[in-house]
RNA sequence: GGGCGCAUAGCUCAGUUGGUUAGAGCACUUCGUUUACACCGAAGGGGUCCAGGGUUCGAAUCCUUGUGCGCCCACCA
């Protein structure tokens, strides 16, 4: 089915057309794949993307990487499952929704009411849904549709109340005052790190405070003192730890204690600080050492509450005013920083600055010793998972990240108060409470109107979508999750280890005990050309969708891919896609010259018996596809993915293009090596680049090459050596005979030469080639080849294990023989100086083992001196 | 304050346990264009591998100090 293939490559008349090819093949679901019971599992479950969102570089990156892995691992023959999902993001959804309503009916949620307001979110979520799917499936992503899930779908909703119900029945999930972060504005509670924080400047107010002069920033907070803290060494205030004081403030006299702690550093301000354990989380932690009260004078809305006598109601930032100015007239301000410099907390979604409340919200404890556990807590678990290497991170750097966050971790606090997301299964009635999966039946219970973090349910993620809790019978896995989980690997942004990452480990070894994946992969951000953040804001984005119009998808996924490695930053440029794109159409006309080439034998079934290696170049270019097959299958499974394109790139393009091409032209006969390297180089590029490699495939194949098998190396290394049986190195021969002739230093430079390469076994061989050398002239401006004179023109090309020679360019002969005489001297110096290693006799009894490595080192060295004289020689 | 990373050609970056003359793409210069490909071919220029010190026969690579940049965590009362 030869089909006649346009000049150009031109994507976009291919790539949907493809798409929905593999997609209706069924295969993107591992069901279908027609395996052997004993193939292996491989699973990656993708990063639910924001449902709201369009897709960006960072996805695109995330995509190219994930899709490269688990193409490859399809051809390989392995169970591949690569899930599809979206995430429901509740804060930032809300969001975008409230925004919306905003700007379209000028009402806010409270307006519409909760029931109301949800209905429009949905009925939101019902097209940005769409949009993103569909962006994913332009990139070209093999992703099991058949498996879509969604954060707040009806089996997730499941998930999340039998997760939440067993968390609390176990005492895992309680509800407590504690102090959080509060967003006025947002009337929600934030994570630590929803928190940003700002360098501001602010006025620090040096306060007369009893026997003490305090700064602080935030004089209003001195109502809900409730002590002072000094650094325990401080001589100065020796006097006072202990003692109860009594001090004058705004709303009259007062009484704190005086505590020494070392959370208080003697150098700043005077040494000595206003205790206030409601509104500052410093101050929570010096109560609860010191057990001192807590006194709550800031309400939800950052208002002064009742207690504040004649500043009740108003807001903390004019409350502060006030009290200022009645201190100053009281005499209490001792004097005014008026350029301090603090770093204030704000919240991540609206800037407003965050108010520390202490608040009823619902915890999970990371440090409750848990009988499921082996009597471990789930902090303890989760680190194990890393200090055992359980769950491996690449690059390995963050796994000291994710240890040292753990190790900080405190009860995470779950408990939203926003109305989109996952409601907390408890209901309340009189002071009942009630924890299930469903309302209770009689009358009267009222639920929680909190929602869940959106972590809790993306924690829940690997196991969540592959059908936990009903594959979750007595404590054993069944269907897909005793299938595909643990999964094999989690493939996401650095930034998002803490958030992300440490969640789903400890919600999958509290749910089935096993981690959610073998292996953390870490990619960087995609940052513009000038090493930007690319935002909307900054309008320095590059939209991988209007790229891929232009170049294609498989251009924009390969330039993702190359030039970058695990955990470091890119920088993206049109540019780079562009030279992908050129990249991508030379392989399109290597594929179109191969197939007219060999039109004859494309209907045939190319067995590797079949192939024969007639000359030096047939051997050359097949020995390099075999290196090429191992190394690009090696490079994958370290994860040099940017190095396994570089080879293949190098193959293609400077071998077998601007090489072996040129040769067949010249020689008839290479019909079947050709079409055998272009079935191979098409699988070996498919992961990187499926649409092309696909259309080229399906020129001259029937089946689709997604679900080809991989290419296998035995055979081809069997037929390799058999030609080398006769070809022992010509480059250990040139040495051996430049050294011989100068030893005997009677042979003059010219006949050296000629002397090597003519008094060697493969004479036949060469001279065969020499014709092809010959008719290669056409490319070169003169060839002359093997004449007396100053100069020979033409060139190597030699391969460590064989006897390609061509002659291409000029060298000057005097030259080159000195330089291969030096380069002669500097191995034997190498190999002296192991040697000299070696015959140390305390050297060796130190370091046995050291010994072996060496001897290993030498042939290294040997081999590497070969490659580069062969370099060298090539270069001429 | 604690931690991590980066510094290699004009630009963007590779360089896997130390190994001989440090690579690629883009850009640049010259020449070419007889059909696989101008989204091309050939040839070429361009690097005290941030600086100082150390280990080694040998360092871009390992150790140390410093400088510059980026990120993360904590926190500034």
Redesign the pocket.
């Known amino acids: 089915m030869n089909k006649e293939l346009d000049?150009?490559?031109?994507p976009l008349e291919n790539e949907d057309k493809i798409y929905n090819k593999w997609e209706k093949s069924g295969f993107f679901n591992p069901d279908n794949l027609n395996l052997p019971e004993s193939a292996k599992n491989y699973t990656i479950i993708l990063p639910p993307p924001n449902i709201t969102a369009k897709l960006h570089l960072g996805h695109a990156a995330m995509l190219a990487i994930e899709d490269l892995l688990v193409r490859y691992k399809r051809l390989k023959g392995f169970r591949t499952l690569w899930l599809p999902g979206t995430d429901h993001a509740a804060i930032a959804t809300q969001n975008v929704v409230e925004k919306r309503i905003w700007q379209e009916q000028g009402k806010n949620r409270h307006d519409l009411g909760r029931e109301k307001f949800l209905e429009e979110v949905w009925s939101f979520l019902g097209i940005t849904q769409a949009t993103i799917l569909q962006q994913i499936k332009k990139m070209g992503a093999s992703l099991d549709w058949s498996r879509l899930a969604f954060t707040l779908d009806e089996k997730r909703q499941k998930a999340v109340r039998v997760m939440f119900k067993n968390m609390y029945d176990e005492g895992v999930i309680y509800r407590g005052e504690r102090l959080v972060n509060w967003c006025p504005r947002c009337h929600s509670t934030l994570a630590?790190?929803e928190v940003e924080?700002k360098?501001e400047k602010?006025k620090?107010y040096w306060l007369k405070y009893g026997p003490f002069v305090?700064?602080?920033?935030?004089p209003e907070t001195k109502l809900g003192d409730t002590a002072v803290a000094v650094h325990p060494g401080d001589e100065r205030y020796k006097q006072y730890v202990g003692k109860e004081l009594e001090i004058e403030g705004v709303l009259g006299k007062f009484k704190v204690k005086v505590v020494a702690d070392y959370?208080?550093?003697?150098?700043?301000?005077s040494?000595a600080?206003?205790v206030?354990p409601a509104h500052?989380?410093?101050?929570d932690e010096i109560a609860r050492r010191h057990n001192l009260a807590s006194k709550k004078i800031i309400n939800e809305d950052g208002k002064m509450m009742s207690n504040c006598g004649k500043y009740a109601g108003l807001s903390s930032r004019e409350a502060r005013a006030a009290i200022v100015s009645d201190m100053e007239e009281m005499g209490l301000i001792d004097h005014v920083d008026e350029n301090?410099v603090?770093?204030s907390a704000h919240c991540y979604r609206c800037g407003t600055v965050i108010e520390p409340l202490p608040s009823k919200q619902w915890f999970i404890s990371v440090d409750k010793k848990l009988d499921r556990l082996g009597g471990k807590s789930l902090k303890e678990k989760a680190m194990e998972a890393a200090q055992d290497k359980i769950i491996e991170f690449i690059p390995s750097?963050?796994e000291?990240?994710y240890l040292?966050?753990m190790k900080?971790l405190h009860d995470w606090c779950i408990s939203r108060q926003i109305w989109f997301g996952h409601q907390i299964p408890v209901w309340y009635k009189d002071n009942e409470i009630y924890c299930g999966l469903e309302k209770p039946k009689d009358e009267g219970w009222k639920q929680d109107p909190d929602t869940l973090d959106t972590w809790f349910s993306s924690g829940m993620w690997t196991f969540s979508t592959l059908g936990w809790p009903d594959n979750f019978v007595n404590g054993e896995k069944v269907g897909d999750l005793a299938k595909f989980h643990p999964t094999q690997l989690l493939e996401t942004g650095y930034?998002i280890i803490?958030l992300w990452v440490s969640r789903m480990i400890m919600m999958s070894y509290f749910a089935i005990n096993e981690p959610p994946f073998e292996q953390v992969y870490l990619h960087g951000m995609v940052?513009d050309?000038?090493?930007k953040?690319m935002s909307k804001s900054k309008g320095n984005g590059i939209d991988p969708l209007e790229m891929a119009e232009t170049f294609g998808a498989d251009a924009v996924r390969l330039s993702l891919l190359m030039?970058?490695?695990p955990?470091?930053?890119?920088?993206?440029?049109e540019?780079?896609i562009?030279?992908k794109?050129?990249?991508?159409?030379?392989l399109w006309?290597?594929s179109?010259?191969i197939l007219?080439y060999s039109k004859d034998e494309l209907e045939k079934n190319i067995e590797i018996q079949n192939l024969e290696i007639k000359t030096s170049a047939d051997k050359w270019i097949l020995s390099s596809l075999l290196d090429l097959i191992n190394k690009t299958e090696e490079?994958l499974e370290?994860n040099?993915f940017?190095?396994a394109a570089?080879e293949l790139?190098?193959f293609t393009?400077?071998k077998l293009?601007?090489w072996y091409?040129?040769v067949a032209?010249i020689e008839k006969g290479k019909e079947k090596i050709l079409i055998f390297i272009l079935r191979n180089i098409l699988k070996l590029w498919h992961p990187f680049i499926p649409f092309v490699t696909e259309v080229v495939w399906g020129s001259f194949n029937d089946n689709l090459l997604m679900v080809e098998t991989w290419p296998e190396v035995n055979e081809l290394k069997e037929l390799v050596k058999k030609f080398n049986d006769n070809n022992f190195s010509i480059i250990q021969n040139i040495i051996i005979a430049i050294r011989n002739a100068r030893s005997e230093n009677k042979v003059e430079p010219a006949k050296k030469l000629e002397a090597v390469i003519f008094g060697h076994d493969n004479k036949e061989c060469i001279a065969k080639n020499i014709d092809v050398i010959k008719s290669l002239k056409?490319?070169?401006?003169s060839l002359t080849v093997y004449e007396e004179g100053d100069k020979i023109e033409g060139s190597i090309m030699a391969t460590s294990q064989g006897v390609e020679i061509f002659l291409?360019?000029a060298f000057d002969r005097d030259q080159e023989l000195q330089?291969l005489h030096k380069?002669e001297e500097?191995?034997d110096?190498?190999i002296k100086?192991?040697e000299r290693?070696l015959n140390n006799d305390e050297f060796v009894k130190k370091a046995p083992e050291t010994v072996v490595a060496l001897e290993r080192?030498k042939l290294?060295?040997?081999k590497?001196?070969q490659a580069?004289?062969k370099?060298?020689i090539n270069?001429l």
Do not use: C, M, P
């Open positions: 000049k150009v490559y031109k630590d790190d924080y360098e602010a620090l305090l700064a602080t920033t935030r959370a208080v550093d003697k150098d700043f301000g040494g600080i206003k206030t500052s989380f410093v101050d301090y603090h770093n750097r963050f000291k990240r040292d966050w900080n930034e803490t940052l050309k000038k090493g953040k030039g970058s490695t955990g470091n930053d890119t920088r993206f440029s540019e780079k562009e030279a794109r050129n990249f991508i159409n030379k006309n290597i179109r010259f007219d490079n370290n040099n940017s190095l570089e790139n190098d393009w400077n293009a601007d091409l040129e032209k056409t490319s070169i401006s291409i360019g330089r380069e500097n191995l110096k190498l100086i192991q290693k080192d290294e060295i040997y590497t001196e580069r004289i370099k060298a270069k």
